[in-house]
């Protein structure tokens, strides 16, 4: 049948040599696949490739048939105009690092709509934003929370992170409680929002442990999850 679905392009895959896999993660029904025939040759269709760039924000007419795995695209327009993710060396490096978290995180094919809702609003910020050099951190902490995995807030005085229990502590349990810097940007960034973002004081070198140390946390916390391949590349264009 034809239906019209809002979706956020999370990852291509080619197939073949003119075909391209595009994951999607959608309002309308969480993750959804679809086939892209001749989309990397044809140059007078109406599927272009350079719609399907990762974290594209797209309104889309399929022939939607749920037994499918992959599903065909009839149209797609753009239903967000970005003006510097794709453009921008920091902000597209960052995009592709997101993406490769994306697709390890998102597998329900089912309607999520908060987490569409600030997926979709957050992308607009990285757009837009100026200074963008600690958007992934945030990024993904408030991720977490719609993962199911956002830490237990803080109690009183609690100087420890346990990686293990996603909890603080007063003192530390076990080997996967950690102290200093990073426990502190975590608090932080757990209070904050978007609007507050430059508000975070971090050099290159606080910048990375941070984001080593969470994406351990959600290896530990979310089955399946890796760490991209692309943030020794993110890594060094912050360094």
Do not use: W
Not at 64 to 84: D, F, G, R
Not at 132 to 138: G, Q, R, T, V, Y
């Amino acid at each position: 049948m034809l239906t019209k679905c809002q979706a956020i392009v999370i990852s291509t895959l080619k197939y073949g040599d003119s075909d391209l896999i595009a994951k999607c993660f959608t309002l309308e029904r969480g993750t959804v696949s679809y086939l892209l025939r001749g989309v990397l040759k044809s140059t007078k269709g109406k599927l272009k490739a350079a719609y399907f760039q990762p974290l594209t924000q797209l309104y889309i007419e399929e022939y939607y048939k749920p037994k499918n795995s992959l599903q065909s695209i009839k149209e797609v327009k753009l239903a967000c105009h970005y003006t510097s993710i794709h453009v921008n060396v920091m902000k597209s490096s960052i995009a592709l690092f997101l993406s490769e978290v994306l697709t390890s995180v998102l597998k329900e094919e089912s309607p999520q709509e908060d987490l569409f809702s600030y997926l979709s609003a957050s992308l607009q910020v990285l757009d837009y934003e100026e200074k963008a050099a600690n958007f992934h951190l945030l990024f993904l902490v408030q991720l977490s929370k719609y993962l199911g995995v956002f830490p237990h807030p803080p109690k009183g005085t609690q100087a420890y992170f346990n990686l293990n229990e996603a909890r603080f502590e007063a003192i530390p349990s076990d080997l996967t409680s950690i102290e200093g810097r990073n426990v502190t940007v975590l608090m932080q960034l757990m209070a904050m929002d978007f609007n507050s973002l430059s508000e975070l004081k971090l050099n290159a070198a606080e910048r990375q442990s941070f984001l080593n140390m969470f994406l351990t946390y959600l290896e530990i916390h979310i089955i399946g999850f890796k760490k991209p391949r692309s943030l020794e590349v993110l890594n060094k264009l912050f360094a």
